[in-house]
């Protein structure tokens, strides 16, 4: 049995492992690097999957009030034409949830709320960990720490993946940048959120509260490229000029795009790997969140049981061909985005078209499907 655990990360992930253990009263602390919990993020997508896993946490009708639910989308071309509609309707009846689109502060408020401030301990980088027969030893920056379990939910760059799997290749470009935004409050616009395509860029829009926009995009590039996303995009088919002229000066973020090769395991003795530490991915999916919540839940689930180590055993049976699976599926659909020959977008954007709705929600079913357990 668990008696103390130390959680290396306080992002969406990191958190919503601390609130699973804590609601298991299980003792807890979150060690973040940064002076304060927040969240410098724009909007994310919570699909039926993250809203369960959120759901099992007590905390699925706050976000869902704290969001906007996304009743409608699909992808249009460049010129502003349907190639494909999400029958978001359909996802709730199937799937139990809606599609929910809400800040990402909002998010890290909601689970940094349902923690005790005891647990929470900024301005606390972790620098190593080291393992013994007595358990684990963790030291930061405010000093140390002993516990029987680490996770390490430290991101993409994460250290403790660079300490306990060195062999392990790195992060990957993926060959674009990834850029998104919050507008400014808005009057509401009569037109449903959607991702649009062109050749080898993307960008989409959806509606956040308060009568704000999240705008969002990728652009092929090589690593490193600099771009003026309002002027970039300028030309592009209403409203997203209009949204991105609505976003503040300097509130563009934009980042080079990675994700990571497959690892042959989660577990090194007691460190534990959990969200973008073990399976960054690329975005183009919006599931990067949404299985790192997914991760917290099932890692607290096989906690549950009196062997750490069969539990983490399990937890890796369990997460990692899963994760790894979506990285994969990820990485198709993004290199099928960045196409640039003509032809080859062409031919993209009427299989897209002819593809059937229904065909669309059953290839989306075996990530929303997920359940906890």
Not at 115 to 143: I, W
Not at 232 to 259: E, K, N, Q, S, T
Not at 281 to 299: H, K, R, S, Y
Request: charged residues 20%.
């Amino acid at each position: 049995m668990v008696s103390r655990v130390v959680v290396a990360g306080g992002g969406i992930g990191g958190l919503a492992t601390a609130v699973a253990l804590h609601q298991r009263g299980i003792p807890v602390v979150v060690l973040e690097r940064a002076p304060e919990f927040r969240e410098i993020g724009a909007g994310l997508s919570l699909w039926p999957n993250a809203m369960r896993a959120l759901d099992s946490l007590g905390l699925a009708a706050q976000v869902r009030a704290a969001g906007a639910v996304e009743t409608g989308g699909g992808v249009r071309d460049r010129a502003g034409r349907w190639l494909s509609r999400t029958d978001n309707a359909a996802i709730e009846r199937r799937h139990g949830w809606p599609l929910v689109v809400v800040h990402r502060a909002e998010l890290l408020r909601i689970l940094v709320s349902a923690l005790p401030a005891s647990s929470l301990r900024p301005d606390s980088e972790v620098h190593a960990v080291a393992q013994d027969g007595s358990g684990v030893s963790v030291t930061h920056r405010g000093g140390s720490e002993h516990a029987d379990l680490v996770v390490a939910a430290d991101g993409l760059n994460s250290i403790l993946r660079r300490q306990w799997w060195p062999r392990a290749a790195g992060p990957r470009y993926v060959g674009c940048t990834g850029w998104r935004a919050v507008t400014k409050p808005l009057p509401r616009l009569e037109v449903e959120g959607a991702v649009l395509w062109g050749r080898g860029e993307r960008a989409g829009f959806t509606v956040l509260p308060g009568s704000r926009y999240y705008v969002f995009g990728a652009v092929t590039a090589p690593r490193g490229a600099a771009f003026d996303f309002p002027r970039h995009f300028a030309g592009w088919p209403d409203p997203l000029p209009a949204l991105l002229a609505a976003v503040p000066d300097g509130a563009v973020i934009a980042r080079d795009v990675h994700d990571l090769p497959p690892l042959p395991t989660y577990v090194c003795g007691r460190v534990v790997l959990l969200g973008d530490a073990a399976h960054a991915m690329n975005p183009i999916l919006g599931q990067g969140a949404c299985q790192a919540l997914e991760d917290a839940v099932t890692l607290a689930a096989c906690l549950d049981g009196p062997d750490v180590d069969t539990a983490l055993e399990r937890y890796d049976r369990v997460r990692r061909p899963r994760t790894q699976s979506i990285v994969r599926r990820s990485a198709r659909l993004d290199a099928v985005a960045q196409w640039t020959w003509p032809p080859a977008v062409l031919a993209r954007d009427l299989g897209a078209r002819l593809t059937p709705a229904r065909a669309t929600l059953r290839a989306m079913e075996p990530v929303l499907g997920w359940t906890v357990g």
